[in-house]
């Protein structure tokens, strides 16, 4: 797909990996409209990258509000473009240090973040997209996010895990099931990426989590990330895929 006359969502893009990607693409020339549900830095996005971006608030779990992101998008030019980045973590075991269960509802909030928000932007998004004019034969293209997680968990992952194996295993699928209507979806797969997320961690535990890539030994520029999502969205053959971008790191149990 040509990056021209189109419009772009992020979500997720007030920060790390979608803020990475929207910069890419304004610079780029497209139009983005960023969808995030932290008005602070979704508002400091919009005002940095300028007059070709928005931001909406919406969190991914919400159809009006991601319509109103896919609204703003079209009104800028036609929607070919989803890059889903919005996503969380956090910890649960099976059995909690104290002896009991881990918390079903913790399990089910992840889950509904990760994965049906993945779900419901992606269909909003394909249903507009179906209504595009193709150009060079496709309507659009969607990058979503998963993570090395989805194939080696850590212990504490859990939920995590479970989300993002259910994105890779939504790709195949979504492809197919979209093809007839030349639009095209793939999944990135990052190991360690230096953004806010890990900017939280003391600098000893990342400059060893960066230690433990065999190479390059370091984490993961978010401008590496946008690169290979932009270059999935230009690349007409590439669908129906997970791409591992991780500098071949394999994660250990703990
Ligand atoms: N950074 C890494 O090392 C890494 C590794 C593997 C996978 N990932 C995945 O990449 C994606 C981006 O991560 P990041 O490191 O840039 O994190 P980040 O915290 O910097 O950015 C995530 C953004 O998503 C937004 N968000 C969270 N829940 C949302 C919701 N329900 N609706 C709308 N927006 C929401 C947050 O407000 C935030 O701006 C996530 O899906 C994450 O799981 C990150």
């Given at each position: 797909m040509k990056l021209a006359n189109l419009s772009a969502v992020v979500t997720g893009g007030a920060s790390g990996l979608g803020l990475a990607c929207a910069r890419q693409l304004v610079a780029r020339g497209v139009f983005v409209v960023i969808a995030d549900q932290s008005d602070q830095h979704g508002s400091a996005a919009a005002a940095e990258l300028g007059a070709s971006a928005r931001f909406v608030h919406a969190d991914v779990r919400d159809t009006e509000q991601m319509n109103a992101v896919y609204d703003a998008a079209e009104a800028l030019a036609?929607?070919?473009?989803l890059i889903h980045c919005a996503g969380v973590g956090g910890p649960l075991r099976l059995v909690e240090k104290d002896g009991q269960p881990g918390s079903l509802e913790k399990f089910e909030a992840i889950l509904r973040i990760n994965l049906t928000g993945t779900f419901n932007s992606l269909r909003l998004a394909a249903a507009r997209m179906a209504r595009n004019e193709p150009v060079d034969g496709e309507r659009g293209a969607c990058v979503l996010t998963a993570s090395v997680a989805a194939y080696e968990g850590q212990i504490g992952q859990i939920p995590y895990a479970a989300s993002k194996a259910g994105v890779v295993g939504m790709t195949i699928v979504a492809a197919r099931d979209l093809a007839q209507r030349l639009i095209r979806v793939c999944t990135i797969a990052p190991g360690i990426f230096d953004t806010p997320l890990l900017a939280r961690l003391p600098e000893p535990v990342r400059a060893s989590l960066g230690a433990a890539?065999?190479?390059?030994a370091r984490l993961g520029q978010p401008d590496e990330f946008a690169l290979t999502a932009l270059h999935i969205l230009e690349?007409?053959?590439?669908?129906g895929e997970t791409i591992r971008l991780d500098g071949a790191i394999r994660m250990t149990p703990r």
């Open positions: 036609p929607l070919r473009v890539v065999p190479h390059p690349n007409p053959m590439l669908n």
